[in-house]
């Protein structure tokens, strides 16, 4: 609160002074002209930087400061001329010249502006030659900037600088023509590459990488040119340069231009050239492209006729001339190329569907590895890569024709046949039953670990069919259908197949298996297929089917059934399964497999399972289910909870469960354990629960423990009377008698907020406290509560008392309230023996001092007097001792003269805190006047 009263007096002192100052928050005109100036040159906004420059002139011609009018008007012409605003910037140049008729600089400006567009033309040429040249040195990177900024009209000059014997002007130059969206920037590369007289064709021919890729070329007919140009360059470089100008992409140009380009430049190209060409997307222009391309399918370069292919792909649509040079290829060409022209012949609308068919059916029939892999993402897709499936029922022959063929390949079949995986979710929908199930068969016969996931699979796709069968006669038929062809692992999952998740088997049926006593392996079946489900899909239970749990949960001969029993409880208890429950809870001796059984009894039994729980917590000392117990009951538990207390009286968790559910009366047992034990938080509850009626219990606390929450219920609940309580545990102690009333921060010096006690409470305790226990600081804290007559009584004693530390104590209290008719105490004090004494009686005499000093000085002089004495406070609030800088904000404030108010505010910063504390005092007084 310091510095808000220090800046409430200062705005007081402000707002009687006479003079104007500016609005508050508008800064210094010169730092507004420099933030126009930023906007012009540093951030380059000529609009912001006008419109700052105009603010500034408006301010400069109120304020009547002329100079920095012309400065603004001047910037503000320069930024309205690069805008091309000229008859505006003329004004400005002309308002500028009409402030300061002498000023050379808005002469000039007008002479210029007034020349005409030749002179700035001319400037402008100037200007990029310039700029050119700079591309060679250190400004290279403004340079380059600029030149993009101007654009077009800096082509001819990049050009000419791609003629140079600078390599940093050539290089600046190239890369700036490759990436310039301006017409003609590619055909100067282009006239550079075929120029013998430049003199680094290599920074021109790597520059035509930077070349970006937007799609929407400006300078086409350069671009063009450079092609051409490329494949008269020798290798490697004219590789690099036709493919760094067809990755600019050339699809989205006009096919009537691309066309005939392309078939021009395959005539001219020789093979290594003609792959790149052809490898080129050439968008609209593919249909015009397409005869060339077909003919090279039968080129003796690999690479040509892999580019080929690529040039047919990129085709929307084959024509008759390339379908038949596409079905040379399947019949002649490498297994990668007869791949190629499989997946573009089977493509939507190139062929009748009966020769697709036809044609998948032939390859997934001969099974030639490097090609089936082809057939098969492109029939059964492939989900990681993103490759969508194209199955037709047709296919369906040749798949089973060839699945058979891999499940025949002998020690190499597993391999064989996984590569059938990705057609087999669509086309195993396709093959019948009786196939299906052979295929599992002869999957289970080789029995690896790629022949067992087909034979999941293909168990899966029998049953998925019939998933929407409601008819279970129909569903027993396909059952019993595999359980007639299967065996080994092929049968073991077919039956684990129909209990899964994802099985349809009726719930009736499950059931029924479950009722079947007689049959133990049929009941496991059913336990395990329910546990296999989710739970909300079970059918309900009749009474006989958990009269068929409960005699599994008592199976002593298999314990895997009687497993499955109690899981299935757990998920479906009964009042029925009490019994057997009880039973298997009896034989249960481990404290584990025990306690699960008494949750599956709480489960089936609910409060019944009441004693049975009880039990369990005797037996155990389980606190866990002692608390199950109380959820259990509620207020039935209290004698178990008592029990348990008896046996843990060291248990808080029972305790706290006792105070729970008994709520007032477990006021013995909370008392009980605060006889032994210190605990606030118990304490805390006691409150909580009787309120006023726990006052006893924390007095008795309170003299137990000393303790500093037994303190504050206690001095709440009983104000003053609680004194002789706190000076009763101050004196069982031989802790200092301090602390009773002193709150958890103990300033040094002490300040008046340092109490933990009501100031009447503070005064009573000092009052009763023996003579021997009082301290120093007691009697310094005491004193900002005393009233002032007791405490210039108990000062005035104190002054003269044997006790050195209580001698200086009273000297500081003496200082700190300005006792003043006191300083006659103080002069044997000087003598004193103790040091700390000496010091304190000094301190006191100098703050008197110069109190009376000032104070005499100001009534000698009166208001006339008043300069000197002010004066007088200003030299002492500078003097290096602290006890002088005190004393002047002292005399100060009982000066009473507001113009004393500038010094006390700088005081409140001494490093002293003495001395900060009696200028906020001074100006408290002051304030107030």
């Not at 001047?74 to 308002?95: I, M, S, T, V, Y």
């Not at 039968?298 to 038949?324: F, W």
């Not at 032939?362 to 897709?381: H, I, M, Q, S, Y």
């Not at 009376?852 to 002492?876: N, V």
Request: net charge negative; glycine share 8%.
């Amino acid at each position: 609160m310091r510095w808000m009263l220090a800046a409430a007096l200062a705005l007081g002192l402000s707002l009687g002074s006479p003079a104007a100052a500016p609005a508050e928050g508008d800064p210094p005109l010169e730092e507004r002209l420099f933030r126009a100036f930023y906007q012009e040159n540093g951030l380059r906004d000529f609009g912001k930087g006008a419109a700052l420059y105009g603010e500034v002139a408006a301010a400069a011609r109120a304020a009547k400061e002329p100079g920095t009018l012309v400065k603004a008007l001047l910037g503000q012409g320069r930024c309205l001329a690069r805008l091309g605003r000229a008859e505006e910037a003329k004004a400005a140049f002309r308002a500028a010249l009409a402030e300061d008729p002498a000023c050379e600089e808005a002469a000039e400006a007008i002479a210029q502006a007034e020349a005409g567009p030749g002179g700035i033309e001319e400037e402008l040429r100037d200007r990029i030659t310039a700029l050119v040249f700079k591309l060679g040195g250190a400004e290279r990177e403004q340079a380059t900037n600029d030149l993009r900024q101007i654009g077009a009209r800096s082509v001819p000059f990049l050009e000419e600088g791609l003629r140079t014997a600078d390599v940093g002007i050539v290089t600046g130059c190239a890369c700036i023509l490759a990436d310039l969206p301006a017409t003609g920037a590619r055909a100067g590369l282009a006239r550079a590459l075929a120029d013998p007289k430049v003199a680094f064709p290599d920074i021109v021919r790597r520059a035509t990488g930077n070349i970006p890729v937007t799609g929407k070329e400006v300078d086409r007919p350069g671009r063009y040119a450079l092609l051409r140009e490329a494949l008269r360059l020798e290798e490697p470089a004219r590789g690099m340069v036709l493919q760094a100008v067809l990755r600019m992409g050339i699809q989205k140009e006009p096919a009537a231009e691309v066309g005939p380009l392309l078939l021009a430049l395959l005539r001219e190209a020789d093979d290594t050239s003609r792959a790149v060409l052809l490898n080129a997307n050439p968008g609209e222009a593919s249909a015009a492209i397409l005869p060339a391309a077909a003919g090279y399918l039968s080129s003796a370069d690999p690479a040509v006729r892999a580019a080929a292919l690529t040039a047919c792909g990129y085709a929307k649509k084959q024509t008759p001339e390339s379908i038949a040079a596409l079905r040379r290829v399947l019949d002649a060409g490498e297994p990668v190329e007869r791949s190629r022209a499989f997946l573009l012949l089977v493509r939507e609308d190139t062929l009748a569907r009966e020769e697709r068919i036809a044609l998948v059916n032939r390859f997934l029939a001969e099974g030639e590895p490097d090609v089936l892999k082809w057939v098969l993402d492109w029939v059964g897709g492939d989900v990681g890569r993103g490759l969508p499936g194209h199955w037709d029922p047709g296919y369906a022959p040749g798949l089973l024709a060839g699945m058979r063929r891999a499940l025949e390949a002998g020690a190499e079949a597993p391999e064989r046949v996984a590569v059938f995986v990705r057609a087999m979710h669509e086309g195993l929908r396709d093959l019948g039953e009786e196939d299906l199930l052979d295929l599992a068969r002869r999957c289970s016969a080789l029995g690896s670990k790629e022949t067992n996931g087909i034979l999941d699979t293909t168990l899966r796709q029998v049953f998925s069919r019939h998933q929407a069968e409601k008819d279970p006669g129909m569903l027993g038929r396909v059952f019993l259908l595999g359980l007639d062809r299967l065996r080994g692992q092929a049968l073991h999952s077919w039956v684990t197949l129909w209990g899964s998740r994802h099985a349809l088997l009726p719930g009736s049926a499950l059931v029924a298996f479950g009722e079947i006593r007689e049959d133990v392996y049929l009941r496991s079946f059913a336990w395990s297929w329910l546990l296999a489900r989710e739970t909300q899909t079970w059918p309900p239970f009749t009474p006989a089917l958990h009269a068929s749990l409960g005699e599994d949960l008592l199976h002593e001969t298999n314990a895997h059934l009687a497993g499955q029993a109690q899981q299935v409880a757990r998920f479906r208890p009964d009042p029925s399964l009490s019994a057997p429950v009880r039973a298997l809870l009896a034989r249960t001796q481990a404290k584990a497999p025990k306690e699960q059984t008494l949750h599956l009894l709480i489960a089936c039994a609910g409060r019944e399972a009441r004693d049975d729980v009880a039990a369990f917590v005797r037996e155990f000392d389980d606190l866990p289910m002692l608390r199950i117990l109380v959820n259990l009951v509620g207020k039935e538990a209290i004698p178990e909870i008592r029990a348990f207390l008896a046996a843990h009286p060291e248990s808080d968790s029972a305790l706290d469960l006792l105070i729970q559910v008994a709520g007032r009366d477990a006021a013995p047992e909370i008392r009980a354990r605060l006889e032994v034990k210190e605990n606030n938080g118990l304490l805390d509850q006691l409150f909580g629960l009787l309120g006023g009626e726990a006052l006893p219990d924390a007095r008795r606390y309170l003299g137990r423990y000393g303790n500093s929450l037994a303190r504050n219920l206690v001095v709440r609940m009983a104000g003053v009377d609680a004194v002789p309580d706190l000076l009763a545990a101050c004196l069982a102690r031989p802790q200092s008698s301090e602390w009773w009333i002193l709150g958890p921060r103990w300033s040094n010096p002490p300040e008046p907020g340092d109490l933990g006690v009501p100031p009447e409470v503070a005064v009573a305790y000092f009052e009763a406290c023996p003579e021997e226990r009082r301290t120093p600081r007691l009697l310094q804290q005491v004193s900002f509560v005393l009233p002032a007559e007791k405490r210039n009584a108990y000062v005035n004693g104190y002054l003269s008392d044997p006790r050195p530390d209580m001698a200086a104590a009273a000297a500081w209290v003496v200082r700190r309230f300005n006792m003043v008719e006191y300083w006659p105490r103080l002069l044997p004090l000087l003598d004193n023996a103790d040091e700390k004494v000496r010091i304190e009686a000094r301190e006191a005499l100098d703050s008197i001092r110069k109190y009376r000093e000032l104070k005499e000085s100001f009534e000698r002089y009166g208001m006339e007097g008043s300069k000197k004495a002010l004066d007088d406070a200003a030299a002492l609030a500078k003097d290096p001792d602290p006890v002088m800088r005190k004393g002047a904000a002292l005399a100060l404030g009982a000066l009473g003269e507001p113009s004393g108010v500038p010094l006390l505010l700088a005081l409140l910063d001494d490093r002293d805190p003495s001395v900060r504390e009696a200028a906020l005092s001074a100006l408290e007084r002051l304030g107030g006047k």
